[in-house]
């Protein structure tokens, strides 16, 4: 039996028609339009231990939803959940002990109080007995360096800071599960890294199952080996990283600047097709199977002199719409 079962889930809202004017307010204390919107349409998957998911798709596709589901906040309309045996909407407080929750735009941390007295409370909250916290600090504080900032209030953090320490305790009750939602939102580059490394460690040595919701596709690339893509509450796609990439994620975007405009018109290139230009910048999209940013970049400035180069990873958007082509071809 897989670790996470959900079988033809669907959520159902209940909204009311809202109408201007005085008296459609007045007509509206007598009789309101019900309209029903359906965030999530049947969806079927299956998550086995260890296993680090990217669960994927743009704004409004039901990924919150389905997150909510699993970690018992809504109950479906229809349809079954089940995780390591347990309904998780039924039953709520024997879930909760089994999972870590990490939403990037919220914060589990008292927001007064020091990093340590908010580990401290949760300690008490889950009734973490004194050898498995000590263990688990020590673990944190080594990989993600919290000694640094765990004196200082919250509100004085950096989001990395904060990121990290949110991660930290959401894993302190050693869960089985961690749902992270955006979890390297607004970082920089050092931020994000040190946060990828630590999921990879947790999951690598604690087989802790990891269900990621993220718009950076770097994120995806660095620590899942299955995507499930889902858009207008359906599944798209589900299947290996690998296939995801090579099927989906082909396409690629180099920014380059150069020091003049006119440099621009002296360009050949080999591989690559100029999409968009603007004053001394353009935008090359290639295909990453032909070839690698390593072959392209000195093909290009061997021709002109550059000012800035930037790698843009094609957004979860266009490969919403490349999966879409694809069916329709087929």
């Avoid at 008292?110 to 009734?127: G, K, N, T």
């Avoid at 004085?156 to 800071?161: C, R």
């Avoid at 990891?210 to 718009?215: E, G």
């Avoid at 093909?299 to 000012?307: A, P, R």
């Amino acid at each position: 039996m897989a670790l996470i079962e959900i079988n033809d889930i669907h959520k159902e809202y209940v909204t009311y028609k809202q109408e201007k004017g005085f008296l459609n307010t007045f007509k509206g204390f007598f009789y309101r339009e019900k309209q029903i919107k359906e965030a999530v349409k049947g969806i079927s998957f299956q998550i086995e231990k260890g296993e680090m998911v990217g669960y994927i798709g743009p704004n409004g596709a039901g990924k919150s939803t389905t997150l909510k589901i699993l970690s018992g906040i809504l109950t479906p309309t229809s349809g079954e959940a089940h995780i390591a045996g347990i309904v998780p909407y039924q039953n709520r407080k024997q879930h909760a002990k089994k999972i870590g929750v990490v939403f990037g735009q919220r914060t589990q941390l008292w927001w007064d109080l020091p990093v340590i007295e908010s580990f401290e409370l949760m300690r008490y909250v889950y009734r973490i007995d004194e050898k498995t916290y000590r263990e688990n600090m020590e673990i944190f504080t080594d990989l993600l360096e919290l000694d640094q900032f765990s004196s200082r209030p919250v509100r004085q953090l950096s989001l990395g800071q904060r990121m990290r320490a949110d991660i930290a305790l959401s894993l302190l009750h050693n869960p089985d599960i961690l749902f992270l939602d955006e979890p390297t939102i607004g970082l920089d580059v050092v931020a994000k890294q040190k946060i990828r490394e630590f999921i990879k460690q947790i999951n690598l040595k604690r087989q802790v199952t990891v269900i990621l919701t993220t718009h950076d596709m770097g994120d995806i690339e660095s620590l899942c080996n299955r995507v499930i893509l889902i858009d207008d509450g359906l599944v798209q796609f589900d299947g290996e990283i690998e296939k995801f990439r090579h099927t989906y994620g082909k396409e690629r975007c180099l920014v380059v600047e150069t020091k003049e405009p006119e440099d621009i018109d002296r360009l050949v290139l080999d591989h690559g097709q100029i999409t968009k230009r603007e004053g001394n910048r353009i935008w090359i999209h290639f295909d990453r199977d032909q070839v690698s940013p390593t072959q392209l970049i000195p093909h290009i400035t061997s021709q002109i002199e550059v000012v800035d180069l930037t790698i843009e990873e094609p957004s979860i958007e266009g490969i919403v719409s490349r999966v879409y082509q694809d069916k329709t071809k087929n």
